[in-house]
Nanobody
Framework: QVQLEESGGGTVQAGGSLRLSCAAS????????MAWFRQAPGREREFVSA????????YHADSVKGRFTISRDDAKNTVFLQMNSLEPEDTAVYYC????????????????WGQGTLVTVSS
């Protein structure tokens, strides 16, 4: 079955960096779009970043544009989220997801979720 396992979360001071990883298994990773979402306490889940199969197209929400970068390594079945210049507002549980389609901020059909990894940014 499809499994997504995130790692790399933790606590960092404002201005610092973290790199999240998501290891995928149970399907042909290279042929699917991947995404990162986040959910802060008391808030709705937010679509943060996405990358197309092949890596030729990416999306980043305005709230993270210029600070976060999504990438993928198909040889390792892994998608990454490099997070720089972190702010307290970035504190959330970050989820990796397998998605069927995205175009800019629009996405369809989340087909699988990881369990999430907590990122805490202290001021």
């Amino acid at each position: 079955q499809v499994q997504l396992e995130e790692s790399g979360g933790g606590t960092v001071q404002a201005g610092g960096s973290l790199r999240l990883s998501c290891a995928a298994s149970g399907y042909t990773f290279s042929t699917y779009n991947m995404a990162w979402f986040r959910q802060a306490p008391g808030r709705e889940r937010e679509f943060v970043s996405a990358i197309s199969w092949g890596g030729g197209s990416t999306y980043h929400a305005d709230s993270v544009k210029g600070r976060f970068t999504i990438s993928r390594d198909d040889a390792k079945n892994t998608v990454f989220l490099q997070m720089n210049s972190l702010e307290p507002e970035d504190t959330a549980v970050y989820y990796c997801a397998k998605i069927r389609f995205f175009s800019g901020s629009y996405y369809e059909s989340v087909e699988a979720w990881g369990q999430g990894t907590l990122v805490t940014v202290s001021s």
